[in-house]
């Protein structure tokens, strides 16, 4: 079945970087872009970036532009944010999450990970 | 571009119609999302495209609106419905949320 599975969350201190992975199957992983979005304990969810089903066109939320990188293997079916000079703000539950559509985003994301926890602390 | 959510909360009960809307701080098209979030649980996709219903989601949920103002209506509660709700706008980057609203059982 369509499933995607992220790791990679933890405990790290401030400052310090992280890295995140997606790993997609059941569809056609090279076909779709994808996105991560997260959550803070107890708010809202808050979109951080997408990447295009090439891996060519990237976009991000400007709280986390130039310290957040998303990349993609399609070769692998996976998908990677790595995260540098973190904050205690970028605490939150970190998903992965797929677009409906192979003609891009405005069909929203149809499939979402489980979700991988990420705490910021010293 | 902001979306704002109302209400940010809402009792109802079992069988009753509810509606929360969406508005946006500028024109977005018809590019709406509407997700569900159960506690502890991912998102998931009820509506796109404002009033598109995803392939799976009951016909008891129905959305509307185009340009700066949307909605959401589910026609008659049923229990699995007492979740929070969130509209997302797709018109263009970086994409955003509305502050979500959480519907109780009253």
């Known amino acids: 079945q369509v499933q995607l599975v992220e790791s990679g969350g933890g405990v790290v201190q401030p400052g310090r970087s992280l890295r995140l992975s997606c790993a997609a199957s059941g569809f056609t992983f090279s076909s779709y872009g994808m996105h991560w979005v997260r959550q803070a304990p107890g708010k809202g969810l808050e979109w951080v970036a997408v990447i295009s089903y090439d891996g060519s066109s990237k976009a991000y939320a400007d709280s986390v532009k130039g310290r957040f990188t998303i990349s993609r293997d399609n070769s692998k079916n996976t998908l990677d944010l790595q995260m540098n000079s973190l904050r205690a703000e970028d605490t939150a539950v970190f998903y992965c999450a797929k677009e409906s559509s192979v003609t891009g985003t405005r069909d929203g994301m149809d499939v979402w990970g489980q979700g991988t926890t990420v705490t910021v602390s010293s | 571009i902001q979306l704002t959510q109302s209400p940010s909360s809402l009792s109802a009960s079992v069988g009753d119609r509810v509606t929360i809307t969406c508005r946006a701080s500028q024109g977005i098209s018809s590019y709406l999302a509407w997700y569900q979030q159960e506690p502890g649980k991912a998102p998931k996709l009820l509506i796109y495209?404002?009033?598109t219903l995803q392939s799976g989601v009951p016909s008891r949920f129905s959305g509307s609106g185009s340009g700066t103002d949307f909605t959401l209506t589910i026609s008659s509660l049923q229990p699995e419905d007492f979740a929070t709700y969130y509209c997302?706008?797709?018109?263009?980057?970086?994409?955003?949320f509305g502050q979500g609203t959480r519907l109780e059982i009253k």
């Open positions: 997302q706008q797709l018109n263009s980057y970086p994409l955003t």
């Open positions: 495209d404002a009033s």
